[in-house]
C-alpha cells in the first residue's frame, strides 16, 4: 500500500489530535495502566506493515488507548475487536473512529475488560476464525502475562506484532545460551518463534517514556511442524513443561541436578539424552518438553 493511498484511507491521529481527544475526554494517561499514547503516523502504520495485516485479517488489539494504532489498523480494511481496560477510554474510541474513519465504524468492536480475563467464551468475536492476529502497543508491565494468557487460551490465535519495552522484547526472542534467556523466552517458545523486527524511539509518544520500544513478531507452529513440542504421541502436558521451566529458571545459578532434584529423577535425564549438570539457560523448549514426556514415562512405569 503507498502512502498516498494511506493517507487517502483515512486520517491518522498526530500529537494534537491525540491532545485535543483527551482533554474532551477528560483523560489523562496513567502509570496504573501503563498508558503511553503513539502520536506519530508513521510508527503505527509501520507496525500495521510489519505484521502483514490485511483486508481480510481479523485482528485483535489489546490496550487500544486513544485510538492511534486502532485506526491505522482499520485503514487496511481489516475487521477487529479492541479490549481497553479502562472505561472512558473504551467509551470514547467508537467516537474517535466515527470523526476520523467513518467508514470504518462497523468494522470495531471494543470491548471493555482487562486482557487477563479475555477468553474465547467472554470474548467469542474470534471463536469462527481458523486463525486470527494480535496487534497491539502492550503496557510494558504486563506484556509477558498478556501474551503467555492469549496464547494458551485461544488456540487459533496465529500470529501477533506488539511493541513492547526494548528489554522485553530481547527476552521475549532471546535464544538458548544468552544472558537474557529466560522464563518468558523459552515458554513463548512452546507456541512459537518470535522475533524482533524493529526499534521504536521514546519521541513518538505522549507521555515520553524512560525507556525505549521495540517490535516483537511471532508465528504460532503450524500443528504438524517438526519443531512443534506439543505433537508427536509422546508430547508433554504444557503445565508440566511449564513447571520444569519455572524450577529450572527460579534457581538460574543452580544445575538442573540440583534446581529439579525434586521433580526429575535421574534416569528421567538419562532417557531424554540430557545431561543433569547443564543449567536451565541452555535448554531449548524441545529438550524441557524431552525431560517432561522422559519424567511422565518414568512415573507411568513407577
Known sequence: MTETANTAAGHLLGAADIRRIAADAGVSPTKKFGQNFVIDPGTVRRIVRE?????TDHV??????????????????????????????????????????????????????DALTVTPENVPDFNGDDSFT??????????????LTLLERFDHLGSFLVMVQKEVADRLAAKPGSKIYGTPSVKLAWYGTAERVG??????????????????KFTRY?????????????????????QLIDAAFG???KTLHAALKHMVPAEAFTAAGINPTRRGETLTISEFAALASAVSAHNKAA
Open 51 to 55: 505484521a502483514g495485516v490485511t483486508s
Open 199 to 216: 526499534t521504536i524511539g521514546r519521541n513518538v509518544f505522549w507521555p515520553a517514556p524512560n525507556v525505549d520500544s521495540a517490535l516483537v
Open 222 to 242: 503450524a500443528a504438524d511442524d517438526a519443531s512443534n513440542p506439543a505433537t508427536g504421541d509422546a508430547a508433554p502436558d504444557r503445565e508440566q513443561v511449564f
Open 134 to 147: 494480535l496487534v497491539a502497543n502492550l503496557p510494558y508491565n504486563v506484556a509477558t502475562p498478556i501474551l
Open 60 to 113: 485483535m488489539e489489546v490496550g487500544p488507548g486513544l485510538g492511534s494504532l486502532t485506526l491505522a489498523i482499520l485503514e487496511t480494511g481489516a475487521s477487529m475487536t479492541a479490549v481497553e481496560i479502562d472505561p472512558p477510554l473504551a467509551e470514547r474510541l467508537p467516537g474517535t473512529v466515527a470523526e476520523f474513519m467513518p467508514e470504518a465504524a462497523d468494522r470495531l468492536k471494543v470491548v471493555n475488560r
Open 251 to 253: 534457581q538460574r545459578r
